[in-house]
């Protein structure tokens, strides 16, 4: 039972995780200022977790918690507002791809905070995501570095990796519903502080014509955050990152149809490989 909840939690952090991109991308090539979506986000993803906090357990609540949920509430708002300045510059399809190294981040953080070691197949199947990642990426060309949008989309999968080994320790500290918790008003707490810092435009109210792509984007955000805290429960961080680049494959098919982005059949095979390289970390990387 737990392993068809744990592939339905999967699924729904892909499709959620792909389609929150596609909104945010939508919404920076309307003129909206990435750093504020962000932080729109995190709002009304913080407003929708306050009906919740009758769930919690505060006997658990300590000072070891705080610092974990601090710090994956700075690194959460840091890599959201890094992977939407990154998609209003980029390609879905290529931005993507580059979230497979997150993985190997995910990997050694979670070994050395969390103790989690891989065995041979784990690792097999992350050298199989990197593989597939190099037919959907020119990472032989080593201007491409130089790309903001690269540039950005490489920070935004370190706080990524970083964040999700944080919010492993704050699940082991609580539960799925705190770890959900913290990490949308903490997160909205960040991201309003980033807005002030480095944001050139003034919050504002989005025109109401965007209300709605703005209500979208946080329910797939709402859903992405939830799912991969109930799937960083019951599985290793490394493993966990590993299955979420199933996301790939849904953001070539999305950028190619939504976005008219090129070289369809040379993403798909590279994200076949990923693929493989996924299933091999589900089936034998236990």
């Not at 909206?32 to 962000?38: A, L, R, S, T």
């Not at 955050?225 to 790939?248: D, E, P, R």
Request: hydrophobic residues 55%.
């Amino acid at each position: 039972m737990q392993i068809i909840l744990n592939s339905i939690a999967i699924i729904l952090r892909v499709m959620s995780n792909s389609l929150s991109n596609v909104f945010q991308k939508k919404l920076a090539g309307k003129n909206e200022n990435p750093i504020n979506v962000n932080f729109i986000n995190y709002l009304i993803l913080s407003i929708i977790s306050i009906p919740l906090l009758f769930l919690i357990d505060y006997s658990k609540i300590n000072k070891e918690f705080w610092i974990f949920a601090i710090a994956g509430g700075i690194t959460g708002a840091v890599c959201n507002c890094f992977m939407v300045l990154a998609l209003e510059k980029g390609e879905l399809s290529v931005l993507g791809p580059i979230n497979s190294y997150k993985a190997i981040v995910g990997l050694i953080f979670g070994t050395i905070i969390l103790h989690e070691y891989p065995n041979f197949y784990g690792l097999t199947g992350i050298a199989l995501i990197i593989a597939g990642s190099y037919f959907i990426f020119d990472t032989a060309n080593p201007k491409v570095f130089l790309r903001k949008d690269i540039q950005y989309r490489i920070y935004a999968l370190i706080f990524s990796a970083l964040e999700a080994v944080f919010i492993k320790k704050v699940i082991i500290l609580s539960s799925v519903i705190t770890s959900f918790i913290a990490s949308s008003i903490l997160g909205a707490l960040f991201s309003y502080i980033i807005v002030q810092i480095f944001s050139k435009q003034k919050l504002h109210i989005p025109e109401k014509k965007y209300g709605v792509m703005y209500i979208l984007t946080s329910v797939c955000f709402a859903v992405m955050t939830f799912s991969t805290a109930y799937v960083f429960k019951y599985m290793n961080v490394g493993y966990a990152l590993s299955l979420f680049q199933l996301s790939i494959l849904v953001n070539v098919i999305l950028g190619y149809k939504l976005f008219h982005e090129k070289n369809l059949l040379k993403k798909l095979f590279g994200s076949l490989i990923i693929l493989i390289g996924s299933a091999t970390i589900l089936i034998f990387g236990h």
